[in-house]
């Protein structure tokens, strides 16, 4: 039920930022990512797969948790700011270290 509760809030801050959407005008495409996860302290890492529907203007941070939400709830990543101040969201993608919550995820390279 919390989880429920922060979708709802997010979706209310976006509409009071850029009023309502009807949602057919929200465009989306395929994605495919591909997460580096860890099996535990000691253990080696895996490449996981993951195919989902990205929204527009999307950016990684939000991949990553639609994915948490929909498909796979133990997947877990660090942030705190999503403005891009704090730097708690930095991850390795395709040899570059860029910001999860900055990156958009259709000018991202494919790896």
Known sequence: MA???ALDITVQQLTAQRGPTKLQD?????????????TGPDG????QDFHLNIE??????????????????T???RWNCKAGKCGRCSAGMNGVPPLLCMKRVATSPEG
């Open 26 to 38: 929200i465009k989306s495409s395929p994605v495919h990512l591909r997460v580096k996860r860890g």
């Open 75 to 77: 997947l877990a990543c």
């Open 44 to 47: 080696p890492s895996i490449m």
């Open 56 to 73: 527009e203007g999307n950016v990684v941070l939000d991949a990553i948790h639609k994915i948490q939400a929909t498909e796979d709830p």
């Open 3 to 5: 989880e429920n509760k």
